[in-house]
């Protein structure tokens, strides 16, 4: 759905939105409406989502607010948070008793939203939206779940030559989860990729 509101009112019209777990995408006129022929041409500038929320009047003061990405592959499973209101940024690699592992970490960090492939199980999924039913959870590509373009994209965004400094050499599940997450980020914020 599209919706037009009055640029002061915007924040209290956002605020509501992401409350309500959804994605509001901010478009803005990019000519002089005198000028234009027809319709005016408008672009998208940002995209806010509960777990990229940047705007200090949307935030709890005293909480963070985590973007996570999870992913489960055989007896293997990933992890990666950040917080783009201050830059915080983990990324795990667990090997044993995964769902109940990742049950207790998202319990114990209360995401405001959690990135899954496509493919996630999905009775995991059910039993995770009943548990935490103020999460939202988002569907992504596989695709974007994965440990080669994962590495690609955290020597990028970190100017790194190797994952071995950040602990994230032999942790392939932690690498695709840090990779959709980080890619995520990329595509809400556009250009303003907070320092993480």
Not at 26 to 51: F, H, L, S, Y
Not at 137 to 161: C, H, K, Y
Not at 176 to 190: E, P
């Amino acid at each position: 759905p599209m919706a037009g509101v009055p640029v002061r009112a915007v924040d209290a019209y956002i605020a509501k939105a992401i409350k309500a777990g959804r994605t509001v995408t901010i478009c803005e006129q990019m000519e002089n409406p005198k000028d234009a022929k027809g319709v005016v041409k408008r672009e998208v500038v940002k995209t806010i989502t509960p777990g990229t929320v940047l705007e200090p009047e949307l935030l709890d003061e005293g909480a963070n607010n985590y973007l996570a990405a999870i992913m489960l592959r055989g007896n293997a499973s990933g992890l990666a948070m950040v917080d783009v209101s201050t830059g915080e940024f983990l990324a795990a690699e667990v090997e044993s008793d995964c769902e109940r592992t990742l049950t207790d970490e998202l319990t114990r960090v209360a995401p405001a939203e959690v990135l899954v492939p496509e493919s996630v199980d999905a009775a995991m999924l059910a039993r995770w939206r009943s548990r935490f039913s103020s999460v939202a959870f988002t569907m992504r590509p596989d695709d974007e779940f994965d440990a080669g373009s994962g590495r690609e994209v955290l020597l990028e965004q970190f100017g790194i030559a190797t994952l071995k400094g950040i602990g994230l050499e032999d942790a392939p599940h932690a690498v695709a989860s840090a990779g959709a997450v980080l890619s995520y980020v990329r595509s809400t914020q556009r250009d303003a990729v907070p320092h993480l």
